[in-house]
């Protein structure tokens, strides 16, 4: 059923408006969730911040909209999931006694 705006009133408007706002809301964060699930915790990942070179880490936390990555050299950003990629592995030497052990960037 068609809704015409001409005739609703302004507060009728303004109703109709925090309405469309919180659904747009919503289907972002479902969105939002959604492609998080397709990364998993301890997976390393890269994006490319803009006007900087690309950046590889590994996921440590999922937030409300964001993923929290730890980069190689440290630093912490949150990261909305649609602008995360899978990276290569890093390339490690297994040793016994470090077959359960990962290392973590120092800062």
């Known amino acids: 059923m068609p809704i015409?705006?001409?005739q609703l009133?302004?507060?009728e408007l303004i109703d109709l408006n925090h309405r469309i706002v919180a659904r747009l809301r919503v289907l972002?964060?479902?969105e939002a969730?959604?492609?998080m699930l397709e990364f998993r915790i301890g997976e390393r990942v890269k994006f490319q911040p803009?006007?900087?070179a690309?950046?590889?880490g590994m996921i440590v936390r999922y937030n409300k909209k964001t993923v929290s990555i730890v980069t190689d050299d440290g630093h912490r950003w949150n990261v909305s999931p649609q602008c995360l990629e899978r990276?290569?592995?890093e390339a490690r030497t297994v040793t016994p006694e470090s077959d359960n052990v990962?290392?973590?960037p120092r800062r």
Do not use: S
């Open 50 to 52: 803009e006007g900087r």
């Open 87 to 89: 990276a290569e592995p």
């Open 33 to 35: 969730h959604v492609t």
């Open 4 to 6: 015409d705006i001409n």
């Open 9 to 11: 009133t302004e507060a």
């Open 28 to 30: 972002r964060q479902l």
């Open 102 to 104: 990962i290392d973590l």
């Open 54 to 56: 690309p950046v590889t």
